[in-house]
């Protein structure tokens, strides 16, 4: 998808990215320079060239390039440079009257077609196909010889064979936009159809519908000039490059600069369109919009923490620190993070949107894009090894058969052209070729297949195996997917908020199903979640994250017996009881904060009830108040420190 927004902001942001990109700033210059001279010429006109571009002087024909004619003189003793120049105006005229009446023709068209289908989308899109049918040069060459030479109808030819592009364009691009849920959103709050196009398909198209137009004027210029050159477009004595390229060909071996200049201008004039369509493809892209912004200088670790090294842990993560170059400035998602996990153990992360859990489940993984994503400090150490200076082979090496993830949504994280059989198949396969079974027999594949969906309790796995993703339930997929995690025979499995698209009973069903294969494998999960009733149901110890930092940790009785830091005692006072009729639910007040710009001091201080003058100023340490129960929070100060 491409982001597209017309504020100031967003328009100097993509110029900033157009002239960071060397061929993008090329392009820009190029055809902003054909631009301007088309402007100056059309409002000065023809007083401001060096000579007339018209008027013919026989006594100065054909002369060679000098200091007075640059380009020398044509047949006629016209100055090629000026005529060059006078020419510009209208090449960019027949562009944009080409160009503009097919980009609304076409994406009405296209929109309407693809938001409604149906018949009315059968109907454009076949009238699209017969248009489509035949190459657009050829077509408009057809069009302009009926028509008669002439410029008039060299854009009438050009128009009635462009319009189908856009209309394709736009219509695939609706077929896309009306599957979203805020298109059904619209219409439950009871938008009419003209309501929803006109405010959230048209508008949602122009970024693609821009970018092609860009490269079509490029392509509609050259197309102009074909059709000059072969005498249906320009007529003389107007100016017209492609015009000038035929008048000045038969010199082509004995003054070749003549036909060299017109050709030359032409390519130069094509190029920078498509070089600054690129650029703002790129510039409009959201992923790769985010490889060119680096503006900001990261700030230095907020949060001291105790760093301890521990060894013999399956996963010990110390001072993390993770930030992501966005248009809007430094994102920390992660500002110096610091936990464990032993063997054997489920460890929860809990915490709002937000918090950066699913960022630290990925940073395991080795799976966070790096650019936008940076590691600025900090160490992921997985059985003593360091993830982050690992390289994408070693990387490799570690995922499925050392490390498996557990996604939230199985629908996505399931390919829909494969069968789910392929798709755990495809694991298994992984895992018996780096245990040095060189290319498995199916048989054996397919055995293991069977094991391994009977492992997850899936009723007759050999019907199953041969079904698409689409065919399953929610909690059966899901299945699918702990099958896939589980066949690698992971030593660590992270488990990325696995039941929230699940049903209460279903739901219950896997966290059991986990617990179970965890036990019967030896292995250690790290589970994610917003939710304390699942950490208090499975998980051993507990690590509560508010905007990118812990702010207490300890055994999961511990923390809910004693809740220290302020933002965790309220989560558990949001939570409903079944025991405690008279309880009363405290929602936590206000939202979490910007993570570009996070408040100073304590990170939570402008939602704590209890926040002093310090909290503001100071950044809390972690400290350790219990038994392995530590909490980040100006409360529990040690001895000697004081509160203001």
């Known amino acids: 998808m491409f982001n597209f927004n017309f504020d100031n902001n967003e328009i100097i942001i993509t110029l900033k990215i157009l002239i960071k990109n060397k061929l993008s700033f090329i392009g820009l210059i190029i055809t902003s320079s054909f631009i301007l001279l088309s402007l100056i010429v059309t409002i000065f006109g023809h007083s401001i060239l060096p000579y007339n571009p018209i008027k013919s002087n026989l006594s100065e024909a054909l002369l060679p390039p000098s200091w007075d004619h640059p380009f020398g003189t044509d047949d006629l003793g016209r100055d090629v440079l000026s005529r060059i120049i006078a020419a510009a105006p209208l090449d960019l005229q027949i562009a944009l009257i080409v160009v503009i009446p097919s980009t609304i023709i076409g994406t009405i068209l296209g929109a309407i077609s693809g938001y409604f289908g149906g018949k009315l989308d059968e109907f454009v899109m076949?009238?699209?196909?017969?248009?489509?049918a035949f190459p657009g040069l050829i077509l408009a060459l057809a069009v302009a010889a009926t028509l008669g030479p002439s410029i008039t109808n060299t854009?009438?030819?050009?128009?009635?064979?462009?319009?189908?592009?856009?209309?394709?364009?736009?219509?695939?691009?609706?077929?896309?936009?009306?599957?979203?849920?805020?298109?059904?959103?619209?219409?439950?709050?009871?938008?009419k159809e003209i309501s929803i196009i006109t405010r959230h398909v048209l508008p949602n198209l122009l970024v693609p519908i821009v970018v092609y137009a860009t490269f079509d004027l490029g392509r509609i210029i050259l197309a102009a000039t074909v059709?000059?050159?072969i005498g249906l477009g320009a007529q003389p004595p107007t100016p017209e490059w492609g015009r000038m390229v035929s008048e000045t060909q038969g010199h082509l071996f004995n003054r070749w600069w003549l036909p060299l200049a017109?050709?030359?201008?032409?390519?130069?004039?094509?190029?920078?369109?498509?070089?600054?369509?690129d650029g703002l493809r790129d510039a409009y892209d959201p992923k790769l919009r985010q490889l060119y912004l680096a503006k900001k200088e990261v700030e230095e670790v907020t949060q001291k923490i105790p760093v301890k090294e521990v060894k013999g842990k399956v996963l010990t993560i110390t001072g993390l620190r993770l930030i992501f170059k966005t248009p809007g400035g430094i994102i920390k998602a992660l500002d110096g993070v610091?936990?464990?996990?032993?063997?054997?153990?489920?460890?929860?992360?809990?915490?709002?949107?937000?918090?950066?859990?699913?960022?630290?489940?990925?940073s395991v993984l080795g799976l966070v894009p790096r650019p936008p994503g940076k590691y600025v400090g900090g160490s992921i150490k997985f059985q003593d090894k360091e993830i982050l200076s690992l390289t994408e082979k070693e990387l490799t090496n570690i995922r499925g058969t050392k490390v498996s993830i557990i996604f939230q949504d199985p629908s996505t994280a399931l390919n829909p052209v494969l069968t789910v059989g392929d798709q755990v198949a495809e694991a298994i396969k992984v895992r018996l070729e780096r245990e040095g079974l060189k290319r498995p027999s199916k048989d054996i594949i397919k055995k293991e297949t069977i094991k391994i969906l009977n492992e997850v309790k899936l009723p007759a796995p050999e019907m199953i195996m041969k079904m698409y993703p689409h065919e399953l339930s929610g909690g059966m997929k899901q299945?699918?997917?702990?099958?896939?995690?589980?066949?690698?025979?992971?030593?660590?499995?992270?488990?990325?908020?696995?039941?929230t698209a699940l049903d209460v009973t279903t739901q219950a069903q896997i966290l059991q199903l986990i617990i179970d294969m965890m036990r019967k494998r030896g292995m250690s999960i790290l589970y994610i979640t917003h939710d304390f009733s699942i950490i208090a149901e499975i998980a051993d110890r507990v690590v509560v994250m508010y905007a990118g930092q812990v702010v207490e940790s300890g055994p999961v009785r511990s923390i809910f017996k004693n809740p220290l830091h302020p933002y965790t005692q309220g989560l558990l006072n949001s939570i409903p009881s079944l025991t405690k009729i008279k309880k009363e639910i405290t929602p936590l007040i206000g939202f979490?904060?910007?993570?570009?710009?996070?408040?100073?001091?304590?990170?939570?201080?402008?939602?704590?009830?209890?926040?002093?003058?310090?909290?503001?100023?100071?950044?809390?340490?972690?400290?350790?108040?219990?038994?392995?129960?530590?909490v980040a929070c100006h409360l529990y100060f040690k001895e000697g420190d004081s509160i203001e």
């Open 227 to 229: 059709l000059s050159y």
């Open 155 to 191: 854009m009438i030819a050009l128009m009635s064979v462009w319009w189908p592009y856009y209309t394709r364009l736009a219509r695939g691009e609706a077929l896309s936009i009306k599957e979203n849920q805020y298109i059904e959103a619209s219409r439950a709050a009871g938008l």
């Open 338 to 362: 610091n936990l464990w996990l032993n063997k054997n153990e489920v460890l929860g992360i809990v915490g709002e949107s937000g918090a950066g859990k699913s960022v630290l489940g990925l």
């Open 126 to 132: 076949r009238i699209t196909d017969i248009f489509l």
């Open 262 to 277: 017109p050709a030359a201008t032409i390519l130069l004039v094509v190029l920078g369109f498509n070089l600054l369509g």
């Open 479 to 499: 299945r699918i997917m702990l099958s896939i995690a589980l066949a690698t025979r992971p030593v660590l499995l992270i488990a990325d908020e696995p039941t």
């Open 592 to 630: 979490p904060p910007s993570p570009i710009n996070p408040p100073s001091g304590c990170r939570f201080h402008p939602r704590c009830p209890y926040a002093m003058t310090k909290c503001s100023k100071i950044i809390p340490e972690l400290n350790e108040i219990e038994k392995e129960h530590w």
